[in-house]
């Protein structure tokens, strides 16, 4: 028996693990994997001797965010990595916009692909300077924010008040064609900002695109020295030295309820796991409501509800050993540990739009990782460990290239599209095919195989565009990790504030617990679900 049982040994279960052990409370986490970390994890799949990242590898919001900065895991063994420079987007012309450490140094590069362009980068870099740390706060604390609010109104004010706020709430494109003359900085912005699901013309997406430059100029984006898994290791061993447990291989089939309490829960073996004050959930909402919690303990609202949540969109992803670093033709791209690859802003929105219909892109937008180039452990000296990943639709209707993929992603449709990717490469590094030693396709079905909250290879448990943000995370409410089931609560990124590795979900969602467990906690619950009732009948 455990004061708290934590569903999913994903970052986020593991930081409200942690936050509720440094409270004192005795924690049991269970995870149906054979290996805790969900899509922070590493292994050695692609070729014997290369670290190669399953899924999340470059992690800015993992040292920006408040809440990983005080799990202080560089004491439980991790070591950040950078590469030379942070971000490069190479131009089919052989020029390359690149997002360095030192702000002037980014200013200086993106003056020579565009006159003034410098000062601009500079001007919102200042914007940061102002109501970055306020607005980290914001974006990260429980919703609404009230505490948090004012500081940030205050500094949004001194950095230029509804003009800023106008300019963050445009989309990229609007960004980037009023602020900059040439095609870099507009390019780092949007591509940033595609990180997400949101698009060039998507409202709001130049809040993406600059906090993600802004949090690349200021602290970089590091990796963990040999690889993603010692992220989940350092926090499995914080935990542990708090006195919490983590249990591999033992999938949980349901929350047990009794009088719309969450009592504990039973495993796909039938074994109860009690839990005294709460049950936290780190999985999507979609497999916690009418999944682990069934319809006749849920309002009917949120049936119907749910029935509207929208996923983000699939990954498709490619990881490469290679016999040398790749032989760009832009040598800058070579010193980044994160290169996007699209001859433009143009061609960003018809990748975009390619999603929005349906259609698998004919010529995708691709995020790459050059490892070994952020973290020399990743392979042997004068390799190269590699990754690049594009998106695809949830729901296939056609194919907007020529191979007829068609979403059923067998070995025909997998090779097709890596040779997409592959082609993506070769025109801005020619001679990259050569290098090749071995490679590992990882298509849309095989995300939710080793993790199941990646339905589908969608990998921010849920759309991260304005209509499921918020107070509309993961449905209509209040936009908190509690549940209409007492002592239950949503830890994953389908809970505010979303997707990204910066623990949020799951800080909030033990924030919440140790909230309902301390005097007046009885009263919370029942009050919260009346206001988001009232909100959203």
């Known amino acids: 028996m455990a004061d708290a049982v934590v569903v999913g040994a994903g970052h986020n279960g593991l930081v ?63 070591r950040w990595r950078h590469a030379p420079a942070v971000l490069a987007h190479p131009l089919p012309d052989g020029r390359c916009a690149v997002l ?68 963050l709430l445009a989309p990229v494109r609007s960004l980037g064609e009023q602020e900059f003359t040439g095609p870099g900085g507009p390019l780092l912005l949007a591509g940033s900002a595609l990180h997400t699901d949101v698009f060039p013309e998507t409202t709001a997406g130049s809040v993406f695109g600059w906090l993600l430059a802004m949090i690349g100029q200021r602290d970089g984006w590091p990796v963990p020295e040999g690889g993603a898994g010692e992220l989940t290791a350092a926090l499995v061993r914080r935990l542990e030295s ?21 009592l504990g829960v039973r495993t796909a073996d039938g074994e109860p796991v009690r839990a005294t004050r709460a049950v936290l959930a780190d999985v999507s909402a979609p497999a916690l409501y009418g999944g682990l919690v069934g319809w006749a303990d849920l309002p009917a609202s949120l049936r119907a509800d749910m029935r509207r949540f929208e996923w983000d969109s699939a990954t498709f992803k490619v990881d490469w050993a290679l016999s040398r670093p790749i032989p760009w033709a832009s040598p800058d791209a070579g010193r980044a540990g994160t290169v996007h690859l699209s001859p433009g802003v143009d061609a960003l929105t018809g990748y975009s739009a390619h999603l929005a219909t349906g259609r698998v892109p004919s010529e995708p937008f691709a995020l790459l990782g050059q490892m070994t180039t952020a973290d020399p452990t ?57 290098a090749i030693l071995d490679r590992r396709v990882t298509a849309p079905p095989a995300f939710e195989e080793h993790d199941a909250n990646l339905r589908g290879g969608a990998l921010n448990g849920g759309t991260a565009m304005v209509h499921q943000q918020f107070v509309f995370r993961p449905v209509p409410g209040l936009g908190r990790a509690e549940t209409p089931v007492a002592g239950l609560y949503l830890a994953s990124a389908s809970a505010h504030p979303g997707g990204g590795v910066h623990g949020a979900c799951g800080a909030n969602a033990a924030r919440a617990a140790l909230a309902h467990a301390g005097p007046g906690g009885r009263l919370l619950t029942p009050a919260l679900n009346a206001l988001s009732r009232l909100l959203a009948p």
């Open 16 to 78: 409200a693990a942690n936050m509720l052990a440094d409270a004192g409370w005795d924690v049991e986490v269970l995870e149906a994997q054979p290996e805790p970390g969900g899509a922070v994890r590493s292994d050695r799949g692609v070729h014997p001797d290369f670290v190669s990242d399953l899924c999340s590898a470059f992690y800015p919001l993992g040292v920006a965010s408040p809440v990983m900065r005080a799990m202080e895991l560089e004491r439980h063994g991790v």
């Open 100 to 167: 360095e450490r030192d702000r002037d140094a980014t200013a200086g590069g993106l003056d020579a692909l565009g006159a003034g362009d410098g000062e601009a980068w500079l001007r919102l870099c200042r914007i940061w300077d102002e109501m970055g740390e306020d607005f980290l706060r914001v974006l990260f604390t429980p919703f609404p924010p009230v505490r948090a609010a004012l500081p940030l109104a205050v500094s949004a004010r001194r950095a230029g008040g509804l003009r800023v706020l106008r300019s």
């Open 242 to 262: 708090r006195g919490g447990r983590v249990r591999c291989g033992t999938p949980v089939a349901s929350v047990v309820i009794r009088d719309g309490r969450a």
């Open 378 to 434: 990743r392979s042997p000296a004068g390799s190269e460990s590699v990754w690049a990943y594009t998106h695809v639709p949830y729901r296939v209707k056609a194919d907007a290239g020529n191979d007829g993929i068609t979403g059923a992603w067998d070995e025909r449709e997998q090779a097709a599209m890596a040779r997409r990717l592959e082609d993506a490469v070769e025109r801005l590094a020619p001679g990259f095919r050569e």
